[in-house]
């Protein structure tokens, strides 16, 4: 049997990766999953499960992981530190792990005055640096982090986000370079527009060898409309999104194909970049472009290792 998820078994043999996201319902249908999962299978490497995204109430990542699971993907739990302290955190890892899930991202969670309940306390436990630290303790040294043994092993591929445009934008290269000590496997970025500003911060990634030792995957999220270019690049904080891709969306005929065109685009120019060793595709909501998207960018068929 072959070690590792395959989302690890795909980057470690140095191929080009492709990973993608799927939202849960507001509701209890698994076919919500099921569909999505179905559509998604065989065009990436694995999918990411959302873990109330935008602080709004959702099916679990850990159940919709499991669904997914069933259908033969191998499936990225999402674990935000808003909602869980780190006993909470850890026993859904153990759980996770026992019905076959083994890649999670490690991310601090929107705040909860954006969703649906914004008077919910929250937790924030552990930070995201903290709970990829957590995770590497328990895989590597099987311990809990109050030093306790776990029975059993705890087989973990474990990955963070990193947002390339946030301010100060020099600190973002320490900022990966802290994940990177904690114990990160692999990086998903935000959202990829302005592709000479992420090269500049893979310039310095690679100055400073990190691109040696963490997988880079470069986020790609397809625009179906003008308003929502003109959306992110006014008010979506770490996103940048250039003038002209606004201005080609607000000219376009066809505003879901010029999207589609203006990843594409992006995927090519982020395929030529060194230290990028694959793409992150969020389309939430439109999942039904990633195929698309995926055969279109010649990235199929997907590598079996």
């Known amino acids: 049997m072959k070690a590792g998820t395959n989302l690890e078994r795909v980057l470690e043999s140095g191929a080009f990766a492709v990973t993608a996201e799927v939202g849960p319902p507001k509701g209890t249908s698994p076919r919500v999953v099921e569909r999505k999962g179905e559509m998604l299978k065989g065009y990436a490497d694995a999918l990411n499960v959302t873990d109330n995204q935008t602080a709004i109430v959702r099916m679990s990542s850990f159940a919709s992981c499991v669904l997914l699971k069933h259908l033969g993907v191998d499936p990225v739990m999402q674990i935000v530190c808003r909602d869980r302290n780190r006993i909470a955190i850890q026993s859904d890892v153990l759980g ?4 076959g899930i083994g890649n999670f991202l490690c991310l601090s969670g929107d705040h909860q005055r954006f969703g649906n309940h914004p008077t919910a306390k929250n937790v924030f436990d ?9 995770l590497r303790t328990m895989r590597d040294e099987g311990k809990f982090l109050c030093g306790e043994d776990i029975s059993g092993e705890v087989p973990l591929y474990i990955g963070a986000a990193e947002n390339p445009y ?47 030792k963490v997988h880079i995957l470069a986020g790609v999220i397809p625009i179906r409309s003008a308003g929502m270019a003109r959306y992110m690049r006014d008010y979506v904080s770490g996103v940048s999104v250039p003038d002209e891709i606004v201005r080609r969306m607000e000219e376009a005929r066809e505003a879901k194909e010029e999207g589609i065109n203006i990843a594409l685009e992006t995927i090519e120019q982020l395929k ?9 595709i969020m389309a939430v909501g439109w999942e039904d472009s990633v195929p698309l998207i995926v055969e279109r960018a010649g990235l199929l068929p997907r590598p079996i290792v």
């Open 96 to 99: 996770a792990v026992a019905l």
């Open 272 to 280: 030529e970049i060194p230290g990028v060793h694959g793409i992150h």
């Open 166 to 212: 946030a301010d100060p934008f020099e600190f973002r290269v320490t900022r990966l370079a802290k994940k990177i000590r904690a114990g990160v496997d692999f990086i998903q970025t935000q959202a990829v527009y302005d592709v000479p500003k992420f090269a500049r911060w893979m310039e310095m990634v690679a100055e400073r060898g990190l691109d040696q």
């Open 126 to 134: 552990l930070d995201s640096i903290q709970l990829i630290h957590t």
